[in-house]
């Protein structure tokens, strides 16, 4: 039903109803049968336990957990249980981590009014917003939460607060009357109030149109439970990651074995030996390295306040392409805040931003004394005396307390040393008449200590223009003649080109015994004074946050429910839209689908007057073209969005608690500049993952292939299972995780995003994980053959050379891994994590090696002093016989 097209008269008939004694409560009883109780409701959960078993469901865990199978069904128990220990601890912070993540709906029921005041058999009485129907006659004052969306039939200066359904930072002024217009948004809908919304001045009654899931906040809700939740380019690049280690690891195993049987070992043994390649091949200390360095990350934004909801999500900041930023409260500071004041021809403009009372006045670029420029004092003055808002301070912050706009009007007069307050002892306000939406004005009778009365009025500039007499002109009052006109609507038209809102100041003295009892007696004859023009002003840092953005190859897309004027304004003012960029409204955006939103959408920079489906048609549009989307947002409206994102951002301070329940990431300080910080954190911790990706996978390599020639060549094993699993979950697991606490590269904010289809092999990685294992495989056969040979009859001192020479080549190679180039690219000491993780690495071995306790279980015998120097020189050939030939390549191309 077009509710908003129709009369109250109409809206009463259609849905059977009466505005002076509402429904009965037999009528209530039917209607609460049919529509059910006024409450959002969510889709049903998956139970506990199947979240739970759902994090085994990845093939990568499921192999695992049959090489545990196998190994425990062989006797190797130990290995058994140190692979479902880790399988289940990542379990359990997977399991953790999605009960936490879904929410969003629970936050949006909190937004419903918990009590409404409802017309009810004749009389008036308070129920709880849910027990409202379709047809309830509901009456609302100012501070009341709106239980549900209502078509109006009253309004008495009734203002109402929809920033989070439309993304508006200004109260919406209502109205009766009926709107006939095509391709209406919800922001335009003056004769309608929705659930969830706020209201911040005067009083109103509605007839409930739409309960529940059938409100504006019910769609949200729906749009909400059926958004799609993208898996981050981690998960996909570790999946894919997975199921290659998986086909090499099963490969393996049945060459092995094959070869093994075929030259006549023993079948179990050669089992057992496949089994063993099988747990080499595959890192199974990757997820929780990977769990831990981005859990690390998670602590690094904290400090930078950022707030992380969810982990994945971390990494893919750093190849975001797309930031799709909500304007209101984001990337402006949701505080109108008057810029520009213009009297009798002379323009001033007001530094300072937000509540807080500290600016100064310039005219052609000086500072201004405004005590002594009479008609600039004059309109700071009604402006304040013509207002029903107020600025508090607590805790040295400045808190508003009222209607943003008349805020920002004291805000200017107290940067001019104006406060209320003091100018409440010099004029006694002795008559009111409030804000009315049709008169579109304020008026106030005041008196001076000398008794002298006169009549303030502030309002839309072309009504205080219609309904005065004269101007003050050069500090003289001078007849309105339509020359004056003319440069008035000049002025006004000047300012809303940079998309100001202006107000209108007027007065008129009263003489000693004329009396003004109505608005009409007191808004007529007026002498114009000014024009006074505000804005919600850009945050200060976010200018230079969007360009370094944008030399990051990262585009800032703003979206938002303001009109177009303003936001392009504001964008051209953080350089977010470039010349040629395009500005795109959301009833264009109607009329277009998502395929041919995708043909454009790298053109458009800002739309405005957008819906909640809007957004969300938005980011799909910018994903089928291959970005990856952050949304930004602090609204309910926005949370939809938030969700489909490939990382959603959601504001600390201002954000709803949908918003931030629906996030990835949540900014503890509001401020965009926030943001490029975490994109910073999220590329390195990218590239901190490759690193120990790299690491871990060119030891595997090399464990895989000293067992592998040994086969080929047909000696005996070099390494026992147990050794192989030691070196995967112990050596390697605590330098992996120092790498991710590795500093970032210079140059790293100076990078492109990475292709979201980018393969975790990608810019060489594949061939350094080969060429790396390669020679550490090579290092480590050659040190169990030459021991071997030396003496036939003693195997387990040769396998305990060969342990030691492959976790020393390691621990060698994994500074190699914290630079793409070389070695030698970076001091060492820069991570001192590192630095501990490796000594503590050798001590482990050592302990294995030397502590009799532990020789039986690891197969391992003391080592000879003189063969430790066979080791090390072994272990060092892998990392710096590479290096030495890319610096000899180095220098000979800076030769040439």
């Not at 390669?774 to 387990?796: E, K, S």
Request: hydrophobic fraction near 45%; charged fraction near 20%; aromatic fraction near 6%.
């Amino acid at each position: 039903m077009k509710w908003h097209e129709m009369r109250s008269e109409e809206v009463m008939n259609s849905i059977n109803t009466d505005a002076d004694s509402g429904l009965t409560s037999k009528e209530v009883q039917k209607r609460e049968q049919k529509f059910g109780y006024n409450e959002l409701k969510e889709a049903d959960r998956p139970s506990a336990i199947l979240v739970f078993l759902s994090q085994f469901k990845d093939f990568m865990v499921l192999v695992l957990l049959a090489a545990t199978l196998i190994s425990g069904l062989l006797g190797e128990y130990i290995d058994a249980i140190a692979i479902i220990a880790i399988v289940i601890v990542n379990g359990v912070l997977g399991f953790f981590q999605e009960r936490k993540a879904e929410k969003s709906l629970e936050a949006l029921k909190e937004l419903s009014a918990p009590q409404v005041m409802v017309l009810r058999d004749g009389d008036w009485m308070r129920i709880l917003s849910k027990e409202l129907v379709p047809g309830d006659v509901v009456k609302f004052t100012n501070g009341d939460r709106i239980g549900a969306d209502m078509r109006l039939i009253e309004t008495k200066s009734l203002e109402v607060e929809e920033s989070a359904l439309t993304g508006e930072s200004l109260p919406v002024q209502k109205s009766v009357q009926p709107i006939v217009a095509q391709d209406v948004g919800i922001g335009d809908l003056t004769n309608m109030v929705f659930m969830g919304t706020l209201v911040t001045r005067g009083s109103g009654i509605g007839i409930v149109v739409g309960t529940g899931m059938n409100t504006a906040m019910g769609q949200i809700a729906d749009l909400l439970q059926n958004a799609e939740t993208m898996d981050t380019p981690l998960q996909r690049r570790l999946e894919q990651l997975g199921k290659i280690l998986i086909v090499v690891a099963l490969f393996l195993t049945v060459l092995v074995v094959g070869i093994g049987v075929l030259q006549g070992h023993d079948i179990y043994n050669m089992f057992l030996a496949g089994v063993s390649l099988a747990v080499a091949a595959i890192p199974e200390g990757l997820p929780a390295i990977v769990t831990v360095a981005l859990s690390l990350g998670v602590q690094r934004m904290i400090k930078q306040k950022s707030i992380v909801r969810k982990l994945p999500a971390v990494e893919t900041l750093g190849c975001a392409s797309v930031i799709c930023s909500d304007k209101t409260g984001t990337l402006t500071q949701n505080k109108m805040t008057v810029t520009q004041v213009w009297s009798g021809d002379k323009l001033w403009n007001v530094s300072g931003a937000g509540y807080h009372p500290h600016g100064e006045f310039l005219h052609q670029d000086k500072v201004v004394d405004v005590p002594k420029t009479k008609t600039l004092q004059q309109i700071l003055t009604f402006g304040t005396l013509c207002n029903s808002a107020g600025i508090v301070e607590r805790d040295g912050q400045f808190i508003l307390d009222g209607d943003p706009t008349e805020g920002a009007l004291i805000v200017a007069a107290m940067k001019a040393g104006l406060k209320k307050e003091s100018l409440l002892r010099n004029f006694e306000v002795v008559e009111e008449f409030p804000f009315d939406s049709t008169r579109k004005m304020m008026s106030v009778v005041v008196k001076d200590k000398a008794g002298k009365r006169f009549v303030v009025t502030k309002g839309a500039p072309d009504v205080l223009l219609g309904v005065s007499k004269s101007i003050l002109w050069n500090e003289r009052q001078e007849d309105l003649s339509s020359v004056y006109e003319t440069k008035v609507k000049n002025a006004i038209e000047s300012l809303a080109s940079q998309a100001l809102r202006t107000i209108a100041i007027a007065f008129k003295p009263l003489q000693e015994r004329e009396k003004v009892n109505t608005s009409f007696e007191a808004e007529k004859e007026l002498v114009f004074i000014g024009l006074q023009g505000m804005i919600d002003p850009p945050r200060p840092e976010v200018k230079q946050a969007v360009k370094e953005c944008r030399d990051a190859g990262i585009k800032t897309v703003m979206i938002t429910g303001d009109h177009i004027i303003t936001a392009e304004a504001i964008a051209k003012q953080l350089n977010i839209l470039p010349t040629n960029g395009k500005v795109m409204e959301g009833k264009d955006l109607s009329a277009l689908t998502v395929e041919e939103l995708e043909e454009i959408v790298d053109e458009v920079y800002v739309f405005a007057r957008v819906s909640p489906e809007h957004k969300l048609k938005i980011v799909k549009a910018l994903q089928n073209r291959g970005h990856i989307v952050a949304m930004t947002g602090d609204g309910v409206n926005d949370a939809p969005a938030i969700k489909a994102a490939d990382i959603g951002i959601s504001m600390g301070i201002t954000g709803t608690d949908v918003a931030k329940e629906a996030s990835s990431l949540v900014l503890v300080d509001d401020n965009f500049a926030t943001i490029k910080s975490a994109i910073k954190e999220g590329r390195n911790i990218y590239e901190n993952i490759r690193k120990f990706i790299r690491y871990l996978l060119a030891s595997n390599v090399g464990e895989i292939l000293v067992m592998l020639f040994a086969m080929l060549l047909a000696l005996p094993l070099p390494l026992v299972p147990i050794q192989i699993l030691w070196v995967n979950l112990v050596t390697d697991g605590l330098p992996a995780m120092a790498l991710g606490l590795d500093q970032p590269e210079g140059d790293l904010m100076k990078r492109k995003p990475r292709h979201p289809k980018e393969g975790v092999f990608a810019r060489g990685l594949g061939w350094k994980v080969i060429s790396r294992g390669f020679l550490i495989g090579i290092a480590t056969l050659a040190a169990f053959m030459i021991v071997y040979y030396r003496n036939p009859d003693d195997l387990a001192y040769a396998q305990t050379i060969a342990f030691a020479t492959l976790v020393m080549a390691q621990l060698i190679h994994v500074f190699d891994c914290r630079s793409e180039k070389s070695i030698f690219e970076r001091n060492p000491f820069e991570n001192l994590y590192l630095i501990g993780a490796v000594i503590s690495s050798v001590l482990l071995l050592l302990v294995v090696i030397y502590y009799p306790p532990l020789q039986p279980i690891f197969h391992t015998i003391p080592i000879l002093l003189r063969d430790w120097l066979l080791i090390l020189g072994l272990s060092a050939i892998p990392t710096f016989l590479l290096a030495g030939s890319l610096l000899t390549r180095k220098s000979t191309k800076t030769m040439v």
